[in-house]
């Protein structure tokens, strides 16, 4: 549409939040950064309204966001006749209940991952926003890192020969301190698996994507370091207190996940993650290995990746390339190398992706398929926790992304 200069008029999209945690804050500022850094998909997202039960938690959206109305209540949200996209962001139990709300509502969602407390709920999860015929996205922030982009091009192109193999390691601290709240990452019921949801639905993910090629056998062992922590007192998210005579209730899911695999292109892989890993901050990395290099990236140096080329002598080894206007998306954020992106301009990026499969109908962002296969994977390796035995993975089903 052209207003009457002759310029492209954008085109407004109503988006409702469910849930305004710490996810439900970062989809907001990713809407509110498109115009922005995508002006050429001339689409304006209008925040219109937020649900959450916590009221200090949608008045702070209202104030900070500019959400116009605010609702303790979910289904206000897809009932919202302004709603035209929705961002689920409720902590993974709730998941499978809003995400077909929201397909029976014939609303395009943008859901976090992972997509539920289990596979079967992934499951139903994909098989719903299918029927509806809906597209969709999913929080697998890590792939949308200009320099993962460009890995996987230069997979793509050869530039490490054929891969071989690949190590992926998700190791974190954010549960390092055993005095930390038993919050609802560590229920069963509340969260499913612990870092095999959490963490390395993450690492799969992006091993998938690197390689184009789906993890079809696993075999797994899992750890629970800390056993018990003390029950959440006041606040909520990361901001929920303890208090000194709070009494100690059971984490019910792992710390600790160590799976190999073996995906169905030959490659074969190690993926290991941790929750409470004394020094590790975000040490999210990926290492994939060649018969003609090899190429790494860590998300706490998300502008750059590590590459080596084939040895014509001794002499060789990782060379450091940073991020710039040839690496993904990257121009759109900065003009040159070395001013880096953040974790919030990713997470602007799944967002331009969410906008532009709903505006075009065409299932560009990670697809509720891409969530279903990480939790079959995950599932795989519970599995193979059980019995000591390797555990063959389904073949995905329906708009995968990871292998375009
Ligand atoms: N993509 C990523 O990198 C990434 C990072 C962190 C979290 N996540 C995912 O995002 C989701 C949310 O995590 P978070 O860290 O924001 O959690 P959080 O605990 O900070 O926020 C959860 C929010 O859900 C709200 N909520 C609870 N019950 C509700 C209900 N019935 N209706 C509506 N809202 C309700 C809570 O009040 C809270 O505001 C999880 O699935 C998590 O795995 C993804």
């Known amino acids: 549409m052209t207003n009457s200069h002759g310029a492209l008029t954008p085109r407004r999209l109503g988006i409702g939040l469910i849930s305004a945690g710490w996810m439900g804050r970062l989809h907001s500022r990713a809407y509110l950064a498109v115009p922005d850094k995508y002006a050429d998909l001339g689409v304006i997202p209008e925040l219109v309204i937020v649900a959450d039960p916590v009221k200090a938690n949608t008045d702070a959206a209202r104030r900070q966001f500019g959400y116009r109305e605010a609702t303790a209540d979910y289904r206000d949200v897809l009932a919202h006749p302004a709603v035209q996209a929705v961002s689920i962001c409720a902590p993974n139990y709730l998941h499978r209940e809003f995400a077909l709300a929201a397909a029976g509502a014939g609303k395009p969602f943008w859901i976090e991952k992972p997509m539920g407390v289990s596979a079967a709920q992934a499951a139903d999860v ?200 040839r690496f993904g998306d990257f121009a759109r954020f900065q003009p040159g190398a070395g001013m880096g992106l953040s974790f919030d301009d990713l997470k602007t990026i799944e967002g331009a992706r969410f906008i532009q499969s709903v505006t075009s109908g065409s299932q560009l962002a990670p697809s509720v398929a891409d969530a279903l296969a990480t939790s079959q994977i995950a599932a795989a390796a519970q599995q193979s926790v059980k019995s000591g035995a390797w555990v063959s993975v389904p073949a995905p089903t329906g708009k995968t992304t990871f292998d375009r």
């Open 126 to 325: 994909a098989q719903v926003a299918d029927a509806a015929g809906l597209v969709t996205a999913v929080g697998f922030t890590y792939r949308q890192a200009p320099a993962v982009e460009y890995a996987k091009k230069l997979i793509a192109e050869g530039a490490i020969g054929r891969v071989t193999n690949i190590h992926c390691k998700f190791d974190a601290d954010y549960s390092a301190d055993p005095r930390g709240a038993r919050t609802w990452r560590f229920e069963l019921a509340k969260a499913g698996a612990g870092v095999l949801g959490d963490l390395l639905s993450h690492g799969f993910d992006l091993a998938q994507y690197l390689v184009g090629s789906p993890v079809s056998a696993v075999s797994a062992m899992t750890e629970t370091f800390v056993k018990e922590r003390p029950e959440p007192g006041a606040g909520t998210g990361h901001g929920v207190q303890v208090s000194d005579d709070a009494r100690l209730l059971p984490v019910e899911n792992e710390d600790y996940a160590a799976v190999l695999a073996r995906f169905a292109s030959g490659v074969v892989a190690t993926f290991e993650s941790t929750r409470v890993g004394v020094g590790s901050r975000c040490d999210y990395g990926v290492q994939v290995h060649g018969t003609a290099g090899a190429i790494g990236w860590n998300f706490e140096r998300l502008n750059e990746i590590a590459i080596c080329s084939a040895p014509s002598s001794r002499d060789y080894g990782y060379a450091r390339e940073l991020s710039d206007h």
